[in-house]
């Protein structure tokens, strides 16, 4: 089997990959690393009113 080149694949393209291949640790791997690559949204802020 050759080895899948995940940095040439977009995240749509990875996301796809990994819900195809849910039982391979090296695609779980990747997906992982890439979503925690990604910046963080921020919802909310201390102090925020409409905090509940």
């Not at 977009?10 to 925690?36: C, G, I, P, V």
């Amino acid at each position: 089997m050759s080895e899948i080149n995940y940095a040439q694949m977009s995240d749509k393209e990875l996301r796809k990959y990994f819900l195809e291949h849910k039982n391979e640790q090296s695609t779980l791997q990747a997906y992982l690393q890439r979503r925690n690559q990604q910046p963080k949204q921020v919802i909310t802020k201390v102090g925020d009113p409409d905090f509940d």
